[in-house]
T-cell receptor
């Protein structure tokens, strides 16, 4: 199993350009998430999808849109990139287990620079 | 708004020594997660703590949860260089029966173990 995969690994954009970050998981998890990590900080939730067909805003959704394409795939779109969106983006997935835990599994990350 | 605070943020210790990282959070929760992140890498799940008094141990690391004090600790015993990494705690404040945890992360504790 590949777990959670993300593409691309690295990307440089100019201000105003758009792009989509792709994420896929092969663990049959219901929930998927997008986070950003800025230097010296923890992760902040951008958007999440509790199950196929639903999406909700997280802590920092402005400037982003998401699509839950199917159970496996969850994409993040930057419509008009800004330098403040320079960050490392992580996708994660989870599934509630019988004990009540909802452990998230993370992808390798996408390093995005906006100039 | 849920706040999660870790301390210390930076920790330099010698091999063989013991130390504790603290994670305080501001709202009621009985779901707390610890993750490890190596430089330039993704997050790896270490522990899932799901109830008051929960204690988990793996190798030289032991995590505990006190929901009444809103405090989790990550204790390092006889540190070795391989433990050098950044450690994050994350709190899920919601009580749900289905997947879709909304984690709030601490800033992370950057641990350096010196020979």
């Amino acid at each position: 199993n590949a777990g959670v995969t993300q593409t691309p690994k690295f990307q440089v954009l100019k201000t105003g350009q758009s792009m989509t970050l792709q994420c896929a998981q092969d663990m049959n998890h219901n929930s998927m998430y997008w986070y950003r990590q800025d230097p010296g900080m923890g992760l902040r939730l951008i958007y999440y999808s509790a199950s196929e067909g639903t999406t909700d805003k997280g802590e920092v959704p402005n400037g982003y849109n998401v699509s839950r394409l199917n159970k496996r795939e969850f994409s993040l779109r930057l419509e008009s990139a800004a330098p403040s969106q320079t960050s490392v983006y992580f996708c994660a997935s989870s599934e509630m287990v019988w004990t009540g835990g909802d452990e998230q599994y993370f992808g390798p990350g996408t390093r995005l620079t906006v100039t | 708004e849920l706040k999660v605070e870790q301390n210390p943020l930076f920790l330099s210790m010698q091999e063989g020594k013991n130390y504790t990282i603290y994670c305080n959070y501001s709202t009621t929760s009985d779901r707390l997660y610890w993750y490890r992140q190596d430089p330039g890498k993704s997050l790896e799940s270490l522990f899932v703590l799901l109830s008051n008094g929960a204690v988990k141990q793996e190798g030289r690391l032991m995590a505990s949860l006190d929901t009444k004090a809103r405090l989790s600790t990550l204790h390092i015993t006889a540190a070795v260089h391989d433990l050098s990494a950044t450690y994050f705690c994350a709190v899920d404040p919601l009580v749900r029966e289905t997947s879709g945890s909304r984690l709030t992360f601490g800033e992370g504790t950057q641990l350096t173990v010196n020979p």
